[in-house]
């Protein structure tokens, strides 16, 4: 009798075995072949034989493609920070704002499976003819250097309104006279340096920030060395250098205010390039639009962080 149990019970497991060891799924990570056969494709707008360089809108069409590519990214412009954004389709239109016929050298990016990724550059050749006003070129830069500071004496250097047309205004919160002393003085203490470049007329922006930087956190903002997570505060930030723009403003806001509540638009905004640099509060997006503007007061609209928010700035000349 023990025999026999010590039999069918050794047969029990070896049968156990068996059917674990053919139930046992294989895996495999696939083909990780690198995306290829990419090209970028361009279509300046306007470019005809009379018009080699376009019909100076300054505007690219760009179609990405490659062979087992999942996504793509792009750099509109090598000689800047490396500012590679993310193109779901592989299609997208840029518009160069830099004044007259320029080349630029255009980097793609696609990634394939398992993380692997090829890498095409591409020069375009493209003419903008927006000029921005003298007298706005020279209100913010004093045709040299001049800096700005968020004027903290004065109701509404900070709000938040609806991202739209018809309200360009504070409509959901105005900041009171130093309302942030106590809880971020980093907002007050930052110094933002326009420069209009003697030897080539480019423009750039210097940010100074002795306190740190007024911005969120994660995906909130594009800052480098901002924590993943936590509340809206000062956060610590080296500072930093970017070329920038004016463009035409991209928000529709009319020149002439709408309403007796809302505010004009110059309809001309300063575009800074790459992701480290920002004007007063640290956003995601970097077209600041020039609400108003002299030699003593400059009035600026971003749209915010959250969809659908747009921020409003008040700043005034360093002391």
Request: glycine share 10%; net charge negative.
């Amino acid at each position: 009798m023990k025999t026999n149990i010590k039999y069918i019970l050794g047969l029990f497991i070896a049968m156990t075995l068996t059917l674990v060891s053919c139930s046992e799924q294989e895996y495999s990570l696939g083909d990780l072949t690198a995306p290829s056969n990419i090209v970028i494709n361009t279509e300046v707008v306007g470019q005809d034989a009379a018009h080699p360089d376009g019909d100076g809108s300054g505007e690219v069409k760009f179609t990405i493609t490659a062979d087992k590519a999942l996504s793509y990214k792009i750099d509109y412009d090598a000689n800047t920070d490396v500012d590679l954004v993310l193109l779901p389709n592989g299609k997208t239109t840029k518009k160069y704002t830099n004044e007259g016929v320029h080349t630029y050298t255009v980097t793609a990016v696609v990634y394939g499976a398992g993380g692997t990724s090829s890498v095409i550059t591409k020069d375009v050749t493209v003419r903008s003819d927006f000029n921005a006003p003298a007298e706005i070129v020279t209100a913010l830069t004093n045709d040299g250097t001049k800096t700005w500071v968020v004027d903290k004496s004065v109701p509404g250097h900070l709000g938040v309104g609806p991202w739209n047309v018809g309200s360009i205004r504070p409509e959901w919160w105005s900041a009171g006279v130093n309302e942030k002393v106590a809880s971020a003085n980093c907002f007050y203490t930052a110094t933002f340096t326009f420069a209009k470049v003697a030897a080539t007329g480019n423009y750039e922006l210097k940010v100074t920030t002795p306190d740190g930087a007024f911005t969120k956190t994660g995906s909130l903002t594009t800052l480098p060395g901002i924590p993943s997570s936590g509340a809206e505060g000062c956060y610590n930030y080296p500072g930093g250098t970017s070329a920038f723009s004016f463009v035409p403003a991209s928000s529709g806001a009319p020149a002439e205010a709408s309403s007796g509540d809302n505010s004009p638009s110059t309809q001309v905004s300063i575009l800074l390039s790459g992701v480290d640099t920002f004007i007063g509060y640290g956003a995601v997006l970097k077209e600041y639009e020039i609400l108003v503007i002299n030699s003593d007061y400059l009035y600026l609209r971003v749209q915010g962080t959250e969809t659908g928010n747009a921020w409003y700035l008040k700043l005034k000349p360093a002391p």
